[in-house]
T-cell receptor
């Protein structure tokens, strides 16, 4: 089955802690994306990557970091600098023609 | 730069009634247009997309949308809704070339009433 997987489904963060959200795709897509979703605000782009070993900041990159060492994987780290991390995080991927984005099931991050 | 406006944050409608969810966009370049659906605590699923050609686009679950270039709109319609259509719907655009960034609207929550 081709698709995008995100893990874990729920993640709890303690104050001052860094946490990493996993995103894996087997669709052979070049581009991958991370979005943050808050109620009433739609999707906001955190980071995106068009190719391995390269990524760009989106609209709300502060307090987040990413890596793209493999085509299939695009992990997102929520650092302690992100003061309001509680949200639903969505990973997506898209082909080189950028015609469509496909989304993973999401990770809900909660702060203890 | 591009922007997307979904004019209605919530739309209640009775089962078997028609529905239209409105989407307007702003862009100085040509764009691709999309509608996605999101069920609670899930990711987004593609409903339909406009890339080129016929301005009336048919998607999954009986939805369709019409691209109107002069009005810069891409409204989503369904002639008869079901309870199972209750979800949040997002309109999105991306430019045909250049950046790979997608711009999403803030979403419209469709609630189908029995």
């Amino acid at each position: 089955d081709g698709g995008i997987t995100q893990s874990p489904k729920y993640l709890f963060r303690k104050e001052g802690q860094n946490v990493t959200l996993s995103c894996e795709q087997n669709l052979n897509h070049d581009a991958m994306y991370w979005y943050r979703q808050d109620p009433g605000q739609g999707l906001r782009l955190i980071y995106y990557s068009q190719i391995v070993n390269d990524f760009q900041k989106g609209d709300i990159a502060e307090g987040y970091s990413v890596s793209r060492e493999k085509k299939e994987s695009f992990p997102l780290t929520v650092t302690s600098a992100q003061k309001n991390p509680t949200a639903f995080y969505l990973c997506a991927s898209g082909g080189q023609t950028q015609e469509t984005q496909y989304f993973g099931p999401g990770t809900r991050l909660l702060v203890l | 730069a591009q922007s997307v406006t979904q004019l209605d944050s919530q739309v209640p409608v009775f089962e078997e009634a028609p529905v239209e969810l409105r989407c307007n966009y702003s862009s100085s370049v040509s764009v691709y247009l999309f509608w996605y659906v999101q069920y609670p605590n899930q990711g987004l699923q593609l409903l339909l997309k406009y890339l080129s050609g016929s301005t009336l686009v048919k998607g999954i679950n009986g939805f369709e949308a019409e691209f109107n270039k002069s009005q810069t709109s891409f409204h989503l319609r369904k002639p008869s809704v079901h309870i199972s259509d209750t979800a949040e719907y997002f309109c999105a655009v991306t430019p045909l070339s250049g950046t790979y960034k997608y711009i999403f609207g803030t979403g419209t929550r469709l609630k189908v009433l029995a």
